[in-house]
């Protein structure tokens, strides 16, 4: 919503439909300058991919065809990571690098090797390829268009600047050589080819976007890291967020317990050895220590009950995650209708893993929401575990707000799970969960 401080025309702009505000749009102008500087890159590209492997293949039956080709596989991902650049700061397409080349050993036959079993730079050659009569025609439509577009938009202005012809003014449309001919002179005429021209302008922003998305989808597919790649950094990420989870939960355990249990067991050992030295002296104090002690025994197997459903509610392991999530909503200070649809449970891990993400889930409408009421619902559709909770609270919620949602979506991720959040200042908050069920 524009603000009293918005710019006059940051607001009229703002007005203005989207038909009428793309030509001026700064994605269209970085759209039409990578059209542009698409031509000789991919010629560059193209001439020296073209090149390098005509020579490598001339070359084969000698020695030095091998690492040639490897030269010219090296100089395309070198000319790929130029287009990542270009893309990256003219269309706002950030492709990730794909990994280095890694030879077994060192020496520059092992880094030729390497080079040539690589996947990715024969790709980043094909992109080369590819790329050049895409660029030619990209190239031509886009000039073409911009061109005669702004030229017929702006023509009752500078058609007044042309040298008549044999009494006419204008330019001429048609001219058979026997005197019949067409200007655009006449002020219906001028109006018109103006009304052409605007048409134009208005179409060829989305011309644009139609042509740069064709570009979009080779660098994306031909120019960044292999689906393998992908997926292997994925499980390596997800991987270390399970370990730091693990390590925070030892960590929160041990403290928990040297802070808690572990202080009242120390503390129960010393009353009781006080207790055994007053026992022959004075029976009556002994006994009132033993009872202060028996009090201390409660509590400390109260908190390491606690203690254990934290690590894994016994609730959950006997019967379930339905009980279980019933259980955390009538612990919840904000009243929680749960729903359940589940034909049978999943995996364990999975089934933990929904539990403490409900468990978060609540804790934060408890604390932060504000709400009234909160729904919990919770269901299997295909292979995949759904878990959804609404509240009608403040909203506002933001995974850097502090409130472990961070973490929750560390958590689901390294299971290939995911979270996502709806949560619109006022309100109201919307948080879906996705998990494999692995049932």
Avoid at 39 to 51: G, Q, R, T
Avoid at 156 to 167: E, H, I, K, N, Q
Avoid at 332 to 340: E, F, G, L, M, S
Avoid at 375 to 387: A, H, K, S, Y
Wanted: aromatic fraction near 8%; charge should be neutral; charged fraction near 20%.
């Amino acid at each position: 919503m524009a603000s009293a401080f918005d710019a006059p025309e940051t607001r009229v702009r703002r007005r203005l439909p989207a038909v009428l505000r793309a030509p001026l749009e700064g994605r269209t102008w970085r759209e039409f300058l990578h059209l542009l500087l698409g031509l000789p890159m991919a010629a560059v590209a193209f001439v020296f991919a073209v090149s390098m492997t005509a020579t490598a293949l001339g070359l084969l039956v000698t020695f030095l065809g091998i690492p040639v080709l490897a030269a010219a596989l090296a100089g395309c991902r070198a000319l790929g990571a130029a287009e990542r650049g270009r893309a990256r700061l003219l269309l706002d397409l950030d492709v990730a690098a794909p990994a280095p080349v890694r030879p077994e050993k060192p020496g520059p036959f092992a880094w030729a090797g390497a080079l040539l079993r690589s996947g990715v730079s024969w790709r980043h050659l094909l992109y080369a390829l590819v790329h050049f009569p895409w660029a030619v025609f990209a190239f031509s439509v886009a000039v073409f268009l911009w061109a005669y577009g702004w030229a017929l938009l702006l023509y009752p202005v500078w058609y007044r600047f042309l040298p008549d012809s044999a009494g006419q003014s204008g330019i001429q449309l048609y001219g058979d050589g026997r005197g019949n001919t067409l200007y655009l002179d006449s002020p219906f005429e001028i109006l018109l080819t103006g009304a052409a021209g605007l048409l134009v302008v208005l179409v060829t922003p989305w011309v644009f976007r139609g042509l740069t998305m064709v570009d979009r989808a080779l660098i994306s597919g031909l120019l960044g890291p292999s689906r393998l790649a992908t997926r292997v950094s994925e499980l390596e990420s997800g991987r270390g967020a399970v370990a730091d989870t693990a390590a925070a939960d030892l960590r929160r355990i041990e403290r928990d317990l040297h802070d808690g249990a572990q202080a009242r067991l120390v503390a129960l050992a010393m009353d009781l050895g006080l207790a055994r030295e007053k026992l022959p002296e004075d029976p009556e104090a002994a006994a009132k220590m033993v009872d202060e002690a028996h009090g201390e025994v409660k509590t400390a197997l109260r908190e390491l009950r606690d203690l254990a459903r934290g690590i894994h509610p016994a609730i959950l392991t006997d019967r379930g995650l339905g009980p279980a999530l019933s259980h955390l909503a009538a612990r919840c200070t904000v009243p929680v209708t749960v729903t359940t649809d589940l034909p049978h449970r999943p995996a364990p891990a999975i089934e933990g893993i929904a539990y403490f993400t409900a468990s978060e889930l609540l804790q934060n409408i408890s604390k932060h929401s504000h709400a009234h009421h909160a729904t919990l619902d919770i269901w299997q559709t295909g292979d995949r575990l759904m878990l959804h909770v609404t509240d009608d609270g403040t909203g506002g919620a933001h995974p850097d707000n502090g409130t472990g949602l961070t973490g929750l979506t560390e958590r689901l991720h390294a299971v290939d799970g995911l979270l996502a959040l709806d949560s619109p200042p006022g309100g109201p908050t919307s948080v879906t969960a996705e998990l494999p069920w692995r049932g």
